[in-house]
């Protein structure tokens, strides 16, 4: 009879469905905007439930992609970004179409999302705003899920050109 193996998975499933149910998308404010208001930045991955043992069962691990984190550098195509040099940040690809795109232009900490573009998993967008103001668009295309290139254009009218990965 299988009997006990059925209840250890039962007791698997019924530990897992927690860590699965309670994750989310952490939001926290890290800086005041020019009107005052709070400026949020989304946590660059969401925490991950530590492995479980059951008694006398297996180690229950969540499942799922992984959210990989990778180094964007902006090079200057105009004169304008020419005065602020090679631009570094990262973008953390959640795996899910969507990502977190951050870096630094003149002191001030840009944060935004990508997005792949719908019917075209190789394209997508990205915006980022700053609690100054500043803001940039993005266009990129992927050539792996880790490696791509692009535009942007900042809202002073500067110009880059954009690299994702290594």
Same mark, same amino acid.
């Given at each position: ?8 998975? $039962? ?40 492995? $479980? ?43 899910? !179409?969507?990502? $977190? ?63 994702? !990965?290594?």
């Amino acid at each position: 009879m299988k009997f006990p193996s059925l209840i250890s998975k $039962r007791l698997a499933v019924a530990l897992a469905l927690p860590a699965f149910t309670l994750s989310g998308c952490y939001v926290m404010p890290v800086s005041t905007g020019p009107d005052s208001s709070p400026y949020y930045v989304y946590s660059p991955v969401p925490p991950v439930p530590a492995p $479980r043992t059951v008694p006398g069962g297996p180690v229950i691990t969540p499942a799922g992609p992984a959210a990989a984190e990778l180094p964007v550098k902006l090079y200057p195509i105009n004169d304008l970004a020419n005065q602020t040099g090679v631009l570094t940040g990262q973008v953390t690809n959640t795996m899910t !179409g969507k990502g $977190r795109f951050t870096f630094h232009y003149q002191g001030e900490l840009l944060v935004g999302e990508a997005t792949r573009v719908a019917n075209d998993e190789r394209r997508g967008v990205a915006s980022a705003y700053g609690p100054r103001g500043t803001f940039a668009r993005c266009e990129y295309q992927m050539s792996t899920p880790q490696v791509g290139a692009g535009t942007c254009t900042f809202s002073n009218g500067g110009q880059y050109q954009v690299h994702i !990965g290594s």
